[in-house]
C-alpha cells in the first residue's frame, strides 16, 4: 500500500516524516497525537451532531409555544387590564336594575289581585280593617307621616386623623361597613319607627341589610354610597334612639377623625312606598 499524502489512508502518525507513515503501530491510533481518521475528518466537514445547535433550537421551540399559549390565553386581548371584572360589575348593575323592575311589576301585579279579591271575598268589615292592620304592620303598604333621614358616606381617599393621638387611617377606616348600617337600622327600630326605607326599598321583617365591599345588597339589588336610611316616626324620638346607641358613638368617632359622611334631616310629613318584592321566606332544607 502507498504511503503518498494523497492517498485517503494516508496518514503522518510520525510528526517527523521519519517513520513510515502508518496509522497503526500497536493496532490502535492514539486520537490526541495522531491525525484524524478519514471517519472523523468525514462527520466535521458535513456539520454532524453538535450540542449546542440541538439547545439553541430547543430554546426558540420553547419560546414559540409560550408566546402561542400566552396569545391562546389571552384570546387576542391585553391580558394585564382588568376587562373581566368591568364586564362582572356590568353584570351585576345589569341584574340589580332587572330586579328593580320585576320588583315594580310585581307590585303592580298584587294591587291588581288585592283589588279584585276586595270585589267580593266574603269577608266582613271587621276582617277587612284587621287584614288592613296586618298588612300595615307588614309594611306591604304605603305608610305616611313625620320622617327624619340619616345619610351615610365614605370618607375621602387622602384623610388623614384630624385629632391628635389616633393613628393613620386604614382603608377600611374610610368606607360604611355593615354593621354601620345595621347600628342605624336598629337605632330606629327602638326609637319606634313605623317604617324605615334604606335606599329605594322598605325594610319587612325578612330585609336583610348586607354589604360586599364597599357596595349595599339589599333584596337582590346593589347600591354604593351615599346611603340613605329614612324612618317614619317621632321625630324627636328617633334623634334620640341614634344618639343613645352604642354602635352609633362608636361609628361617630370615625366620623370626627377620619372624616366618615353622617347627616340627620327632618323630612317633614312623607309616604313611604309599600314593599313591593316576594314575601315567601327562603330557608334552608335538610338533605334526605
Known amino acids: 500500500m502507498s504511503n503518498s499524502a494523497d492517498s485517503p489512508e494516508a496518514g503522518s502518525g510520525d510528526p517527523s516524516g521519519t517513520g513510515n507513515g502508518s496509522v497503526e503501530s500497536d493496532g490502535s ?12 475528518g468525514d462527520v466535521s466537514a458535513r456539520g454532524g ?9 430547543g430554546v426558540f421551540a420553547l419560546a414559540g ?7 391562546d390565553t389571552a384570546k387576542g386581548t391585553n391580558i394585564r387590564t382588568d376587562t373581566s371584572l368591568l364586564k362582572l360589575s356590568d353584570l351585576i348593575q345589569e341584574r340589580s336594575h332587572k330586579n328593580g323592575q320585576l ?6 301585579l298584587r294591587d291588581d289581585v288585592e283589588a279584585l279579591a276586595e270585589r267580593d271575598d266574603g269577608s266582613t268589615e ?15 303598604q304605603r305608610l305616611k307621616g313625620e320622617a327624619i333621614t340619616v345619610t351615610l358616606d365614605d370618607a375621602p381617599p387622602n384623610a388623614t386623623a384630624k385629632l391628635p ?6 382603608p377600611d377606616y374610610l368606607v360604611i361597613h ?3 348600617l345595621q347600628a342605624v337600622v336598629n337605632a330606629l327600630w327602638l326609637g319606634g319607627a313605623k317604617g324605615i326605607k334604606v335606599m329605594d326599598q322598605r325594610l319587612i321583617s325578612t330585609s336583610a341589610v348586607r354589604c360586599v365591599g364597599n357596595t349595599l345588597i339589599l333584596q337582590g339589588r346593589v347600591y354604593s354610597p351615599p346611603y340613605k336610611i329614612q324612618a317614619v316616626g317621632d321625630p324627636e324620638k328617633l334623634q334620640k334612639a341614634l344618639a343613645e346607641s352604642k354602635a352609633i358613638q362608636n361609628y361617630m368617632v370615625y366620623v370626627n377623625v377620619y372624616g366618615l359622611g353622617w347627616k340627620v334631616t327632618e323630612d ?11 314575601v315567601d321566606l327562603q330557608y334552608a332544607k335538610p338533605v334526605e
Do not use: H, M
Open 29 to 40: 491510533s492514539s486520537p490526541a497525537t495522531g491525525p484524524s481518521s478519514p471517519a472523523t
Open 178 to 180: 355593615q354593621q354601620d
Open 165 to 170: 393621638g389616633y393613628p393613620e387611617p386604614q
Open 268 to 278: 317633614g310629613p312623607v309616604t313611604l312606598p309599600g314593599y313591593s318584592g316576594t
Open 103 to 108: 320588583d315594580e311589576s310585581n307590585g303592580a
Open 126 to 140: 271587621a276582617e277587612d280593617a284587621r287584614l288592613t292592620a296586618l298588612e300595615k304592620n307588614a309594611g306591604t
Open 65 to 71: 409555544l409560550i408566546f402561542f399559549t400566552s396569545f
Open 49 to 57: 451532531f453538535r450540542p449546542a445547535r440541538v439547545l439553541t433550537v
